[in-house]
């Protein structure tokens, strides 16, 4: 799962929670994505990605 489909696929779970949770699931979210980073190295993909256009 590239970073993109994941950051798609937690917006559309925060679509479905409702009005009253949405700050909370946006927050989960950010941390998700925060995780993915630091575990899978997103940035440095990132970076290379665009260090080679």
Do not use: D, H, P
């Not at 993109?4 to 559309?12: A, V, Y």
């Amino acid at each position: 799962m590239t970073k993109k489909e994941l950051i798609e696929f937690l917006n559309e779970l925060v679509e479905l929670i409702s009005e009253e949770n949405k700050t909370k699931a946006v927050l989960v979210k950010e941390r998700i994505i925060s995780g993915f980073e630091k575990t899978y190295g997103y940035e440095k993909e990132e970076i290379t990605e665009i260090s080679r256009l």
